[in-house]
Structures are given as C-alpha cells and as structure tokens.
C-alpha cells in the first residue's frame, strides 16, 4: 500500500557529499550521488558490468566510479567509460527522477514519465532565514501507515514521551479532524496547562517565562504520500493561544518525512522548524538533540506494534476519534494507490525524458 | 506435538514483579501481570485500540495501562478505561487460565474452559519450610522434547558436565525405567564411588566427610507435558544408599518445568530444592549458582542438535536402554496430543468461565 | 553449479590438531578428525545415537567420542563403543573419501565411489624446501563462481586494493586468456611501470632496489573446480620481466582454494608460496599479514555483489574481454556439473572402497 508515483525524501545533502549513497526506497535499491554540475542523480545500485552495487564505489568528477573493475556511470544511468573498454554498447541502467529542493533530495520512484517537479511540497520555511531548521533521520523496522498514525494521534505523547513532551492534559482535550481534499488535519488545543519540560526549555530559550500557566496547541497536517508537519506551540495563558502575538507564545513546526524502505521499514526524516532566534546555532542543535531524543522513543512501540501486526495481519483495528487522522490519511493513501493500479492497466502514455528538471 | 490442555510454568512471581511480562508460550504471545488484588492475569499480548503490545505498558493499580494510547486492560481482558474514551463496546482480549501456586505462575495455553487448577502438579516441598528451593530460567532454542530427553538420560552427565556431576560410574550403571501411567521413572544406583565435585561440596556443606567412598542414586520422574524431577543425592557407602539414614547422606530434587516457547525452543525453568540446613540461603545461592552453571552446559548441545534435527526431519534416532525414559515420554505426550486432537475434532462442551480459580 | 566428484580443500592440519571440526562442504555437514594413526577421517556431522552433531566432542585414541552420550565413532563411519552398550547393529554414518597432501587436508563431497586421490592437484612447490608458504582462511558470503571471477580479472586491484597491490597501470594492459582443456589461464605483463607498496616491499626483502621503475606481471591458472593460482612478481625494469633472472626479480605465486560451503558462500584458503628466502619466518609471517590485510578488502564487495545478485537473479552480466578468465572457467565448471548429473542418471557403477587411499 505504497504510493510510487509521488515524491519521497530520499535523503539529505550531507548524505552524498563527496560519496555516493546506497538506499533502499519503496523496495528500489538506488544509489544517489552528485554530477558534474553538482546535480543529484539516483540509479539503480547495480552496475551493469558484473552487478556489483555502485554505491560501493567513489565519485570522481561528477561519475560515479564502481568500486570493483571501475566503469564510469554518469548521471543518465549510461556507462560513459571504462579503462580499455569501448561502452557504447553497454545497457543503461534505470534512472529515478531526482530534484534537489528545500534542503532535501526528493526521489520518484514510480512511472518516469508522470514525475513533475511541481509536485514536490513547498516548504515556505526552507530558504526563508526567518526560520532555521535542525533535523535527523532513523530506520525505523514499521510501515509508513503506523508512524503516519503515530504522527496524527499526540495523545501518545502523554505514554510514550511522559518525560518530555507528554502531559495528562493532552488525553483531556479531544482532537479535532478534518479532510480538505488529501490535506488532512487533526488539531487540539489545551487551555491554562503547565508546560512540560521540552516547552519550558523552548520558553526560556525565548526568554519568556517558563513557570507560568500556558495554553498548548498541536495542529498536524497530513498531505500525501506520508508527509506529516505539525504546528506546535505554547503560549503564556489568556494571549489567545495558537493565535496569541508573537512576544507571547513560542512556536515551531515539527517536520516528519516519511520514505518506505519496503512494506514494513521506513526511514523516518524528522526534524522542527521555527521562527524564533533563527540564527542561534546552539538553540538549533539543543532543540535538535531535544528532539531526537525524544523521536527515538517511538522506534520499540512502532516495531513492536509492527511485528504484532504480521503476526496477525487480519484482526481489526479500533478507529476512535483520536484515530481520525490516521484513519482519513490511510483512506487517501488507498485511493491514491487504488488510482494508480487502474493507471497501470491503462495504456502507458508517451515517455517523457525519465529525470525531472 | 504440544499438549494445550495443561498448566505450565509461564514465569516467576519476581518477573511481574510491579510491570507486566510479555512471554510467547506455546506460540501464544501472553502478557502476564497482577491485577488490582495482586491476582495473575494472562492475556493476549495485543492492544485492542491499535495492536501494540501491551506488555510494553505499565500496571497501575491493578490495571494494565497500554504504552502507546493509555488504554486501561482489566485482568478479565476487558478494557475497563482510557482518557476520553467510551469503552463498553471495545472488543476483549483472550485470556488465558493462570493460577499462582506453590512459588510458580502456571498458565493453561489451550482451551480454557477444560482448565482445572487441581491439575496443577502438587510439589509438596514447596510450601514446607523444612524444604529449600533455588532456581533458575533459561530460554534455550530447541524443542521441548529435547530436553526431556536430556533430563531422562542422564548419562550425558559425564560428558556434558565431566567437570563437576558427571563421572564415569554413571555410564557402567544401566537405569532402569518403568511406566506408572503417565508417570515415566528412570532410576540408576552406583555403589561404592568416589563422588563428584558438585557432591562433595553438598556433603561438606552438610557436614558429612567428601573423601569416603559414596553410594549414588538418580530416580527421574516425568510427567506430562514435561516436567522433570529428579530425586539426586549421595550416601556414605555401606549405609543402604537411597535408603540409607538422613545422617549418612545428602539429598535434593532437581526440578525442572519446561514450557514451549514453540515448537523449537523453550523457557527452562530449573532449580533445586533440598531438606538439609533450607534457612541457609548462601548455600541455596551456592546451589543455585553451581547448578546454572552446569544447566548452561546443556545449552550448546541440544541447540545444536535441534539444528541437526532440522536439517535431517526424517532421518531415525536410536532407542537404546539409556533412552527408554525419553522415549517414554514421547510416547505419553503423543497420546495426550492425539486425545487432545480428537478432542477438538469432536463437539464442544459448554464454555466454562474461561478462567480458573 | 557445483561440482561435487571432485577434491576440495576442506581444512588445514591446525584445524584439527587435536579436535574435531565441523565444516559445511558444497552443502554437507561433515565433521573431521584425525583417527589412530594419525590419517585423517570426514563423517557426516550426526550422530547415530540421538543426533547431536559428532563435532561437539573430543577425540581419544583416535576415535570420535560424542559430547552427548558417549557413543566412539571410528574413521569408517562405524560406531566402535559406548559405555554399557552392544554397538554392532548401530547404523553408520556416510564417510567421504579424504586426503592429507601438500600440507591441506582435501575432501571429495561426492560419489566416494568415484574419488582417485590421483586427480589432487600436483603442487609442486608444497613439499620443497626452496619454497616458502603461508596462507590463512576467510569465509565469504558469496558463491564461488564470484570468488573465481575476481581472481581471474585482477583489474580489480586498482579499485578494491588502491592502496597496497592495485595500481592504474593494471587497467592499462589488455590481459590475455586462453584456455587448454580444462585450464584456463589469463596474463597481463606491465612494462616499465613503478612497483605498488606490496612488491617494493617484497623487493626490499629480496635484497632489491624498491624505487626503479619494474616490469610486473600476473598470469592467472584457474583449474576445476576452483582452484586459482596466480604468478606474480616484478623484475627491475629491461631485464626480460616475467623471464628475467632470479637476481633481477622477485615473485611468487598466489594461492587459492575456494571450496564452496553452499550455494552462495565460501571457505576461501588464501596463500602466497615464495622461491626466495624461503627460511625467512618472519618474512613468511610479514607477507602473510599483508596478504590478509589485502584479501579482506575484497569481501565487503563481493557479498554485496552476491546479494545484488539474488535480488535480480535473471539479469545478465557483461562478459569482457577482461571477464574471459572467469567466463571460461565458468563454462568448464558448468560442462563438468552437466556431465555429473548425466552420470547421476546413468546406472551406478560397482562401488569401490568408499575412501581414497
């Protein structure tokens, strides 16, 4: 149940720098490296000599170099040398279309041909230095429609992250869902609560007061394939909250890319945007280090929940309210995919050149 | 060939000691945990919200609060609560059988409404302060009847544990073994030995001379599904030896519980209990240490030879006059299997309460 | 695609220097050891008392005695004794024919029937105390047929060895193959080129300027059904290379036993034999080290490749005019496997002894 002709994160810039990158993404194995041009390209990991993975190699020049007899790939997945041989005739290998864009590597992995720059989410944050951004990644051994729940239902955060960013009052408020087309969003709102502990470190950060009764909001937007971002925040009480002025509220957006690996693994692309002393490098990496931390808290429960539902895949899941928003993400996920099926027993349209500009 | 409608040991009081203890037992995934009057639940390993495992949870008053989403799991395998949540109609959760008795929780895999709780062995020495029992678990990777075998055999003793129980002698005594029922008895009496190093210790920690010439005696009990005790001791030679008086000898029960983890690996539970100087709990740490140590023997061979088993199924085994314990058993526990599937073929009876006393 | 009426190498003496060893060989278990005499025994690795793999136990007097029971297995598959037990009607176990020469001890997994311990390869250089050996044992995960082509397309080292033996000259020269019977030889001869870190210190030991420009060579022998052996050395530059005058070059020849543990891993013997200073022991222990060092570097790669391979098993390779080593060799293999099984299909001729003298 994978959409494949949409946009993934395939990986970050620090990811191929100077190397290339071997990842598995929607059941493809590709290597992702840098051309000439400084431009990403991702193939299939196989290097059409002898089948050695090309991610093995070393990228010398904008050629990605295998690391066994040394043929030279180039970004159109056509060997373009190779010591003492003529490569004319060797057969390309498959080309992903790849785009570089928001501080992401984004990879299609479906038809080629309907791939379409255009299509990748633009994240207004990304190039605005308002905002700085910190984030990290993790293999996590469970589907991407268990962390898509997770991500839509905080009330978790009250079990999984009691330490942190849980709090009783969370269970208390009851989320509210809606559906705008394949946007759907799950919000709640906490009224005159105490902050807990990551929001106080934020508040100070912020030099606002950390000791005194705030109102908390998260508001977790879902748009397809598995892109969740979440406005969160704290206001000092009685400013209005969500909607509080600036000098009374911190506030962030907690940025969630999840890329299938296969059916059951993903590799979880997490991070937090804010707007709020964008160019403190320190704040950055505490509320990164923060985060991560607390991020890894989820990876037994998910894989642990995976591994009970293979074992059995055909009990019935309870949808309660607080389950509103991964359910309506799974319902568009399934016509997505659905749509795709009936698109790929239709005739094939005309090729268009396989790579996004 | 696992017998379903029987107790077996499922774990000890201290691994639910204040958390819940996910244990798979005959291929069913339990968790077991003490409800709000310190009663032992087992139940499906299984959330009824999303399937998460609720071993990954805590106990709160005598409930079972999910780790994922706060639901609230009742020891009936009903969900008694969860924050903003109406819970009448949420489906239950199987619950198995399970009884505390006698130092051990004993849990009943199969159909549980043939579960009787006086079906559950009667270890007279459990509760009788002149007794003393130390022990231990350990899971090891092969089938349950294995271990059985290994238990009924002991002249593996003298290769296994050459260094501190085995000893040539046992091998130049033949064992006799009957059949009272369901009960396989596998006995052995040497006379006139030197005894061996985990005896002497016994027999110095009993104030008897380690340095005399010893009779002795191994008597194995099996009964169904596997449970092993073995009467062990040793008696100053001359002395009439299993029979002999308590002053001239030292004796204990090797008591051993094996419970199916599934069809290739078990939970061990292991221990001794003994009726000399039971108030001294550094000789029962001493006992019991000694012994892990021998048991651990154990392991590498029979995870071996299930692997061989595995690669070879059809291929015949011997049954020699040293095995006939073993092979009794199997015979026992294959009737009971082969009842158990007629049974099930056959119409159902009415459903008890599904939980015993 | 293995060829089993043949001799593998199947361990060194030091792996059975008082013990027994079990090794999986093209698929079988067998356990090895050394019997009365001092002749060395391959069984199955099985027991045939309760099945427990014979190479848990130790060796007395040149019988096998089983870690389990007891049970003494002689070199002919026969169970000799076990304590208490009349042995005479045990089943025996399936022997392989087995041979000590050249310093390996060599097996032939197949029909015993065929075995002829005329078809081990002659090495001439084993039992001559002009030359020195050492050599030491890798298992890779991959089939053998890899394993082959690497050696067979030294063209490898410029990538997967960059630092120590590869240089870009390799690339520069066409190597040639041709093939006689069921030999197939590839060579490549470097002219006036630099010495790569591993010769200059060879030369260095030979008493020999390591910074003059020399001629190199590599002439590559791959016999069925996966030996390889490799003549390499460098001369100083103009004095006729590979024919050039023991004081003017230092070589040496590259020794490899690939026997396959099953389909796609190896036990891979690695050794170098040399013609200079052959009483040198630390020279012998020097360039063993670096050999290991070296040959390590090409596992990463071809596990991966292996597993690359099974995930697009239907793909086709390339085959090169620097493939044609392993190509050819790979044809021969696959002629030999066709006519094996041809010969399994035919009547069985009138088995001989069952075990190579």
Chains 1, 2, 3 share one sequence.
């Not at 607390?294 to 607080?322: K, S, V, W, Y």
Request: a negative charge; hydrophobic letters at 40%.
């Amino acid at each position: 149940m994978i959409p494949m002709n949409t946009w993934y994160v395939a990986c970050t810039p620090d990811e191929i720098e100077g190397k290339p990158l071997g990842r598995q993404i929607c059941g493809h194995r590709m290597v992702l490296f840098r051309g000439p041009e400084g431009q990403v390209a991702a193939l299939d990991d196989w290097c059409p000599h002898r089948g050695a993975p090309l991610s093995l190699g070393k990228v010398c020049e904008g050629k990605l170099v295998c690391g066994y007899h040394g043929l030279q790939m180039g970004c159109e997945g056509k060997t373009v040398a190779m010591p003492g041989q003529r490569v004319r005739g060797f057969p390309p290998v498959r080309t992903y279309p790849v785009v570089e864009r928001h501080g992401f590597i984004w990879v299609w992995p479906g038809d080629a041909a309907r791939a379409d720059a255009a299509l990748i989410p633009d994240l207004f944050w990304a190039n605005n230095p308002a905002w700085a951004y910190g984030g990290g990644l993790y293999r996590i051994g469970c589907g991407h429609q268990l962390m898509v729940d997770n991500l839509m239902d905080l009330t978790h955060e009250t079990y999984v992250h009691a330490d942190s960013i849980g709090q009783p009052e969370i269970d208390e408020v009851a989320p509210v869902t809606r559906v705008e087309g394949e946007h759907v969003i799950t919000e709640r709102h906490m009224q005159n609560i105490s902050a807990p502990p990551f929001w106080r470190m934020a508040l100070r950060h912020n030099g606002l007061a950390d000791d005194v009764p705030v109102d908390r909001w998260q508001v977790c937007h879902f748009t397809p394939p598995s892109h969740v971002m979440i406005e969160v925040g704290v206001a000092h009480a009685g400013h209005g909250g969500y909607h509080a002025p600036a000098e009374h509220k911190v506030s962030s957006i907690v940025v969630d890319f999840i890329t299938p690996e296969n059916d059951t693994s993903i590799w979880y692309f997490w991070g937090m945007t804010r707007n709020f002393r964008p160019e403190d490098a320190a704040l950055t990496a505490a509320i990164r280090e923060g985060q991560g931390r607390i991020f890894a808290e989820d990876q037994q429960m998910l894989e642990q929940q995976q591994a009970n539902h293979l074992r059995h895949p055909t009990r019935a899941l309870l949808g309660l309210n607080t389950d509103a928003g991964g359910v309506q993400a799974r319902r568009i996920v399934e016509r997505i995919v659905a749509a795709e099926r009936a698109l790929a027993a239709a005739p094939t349209p005309v090729a268009g050149a396989g790579a996004a500009a």
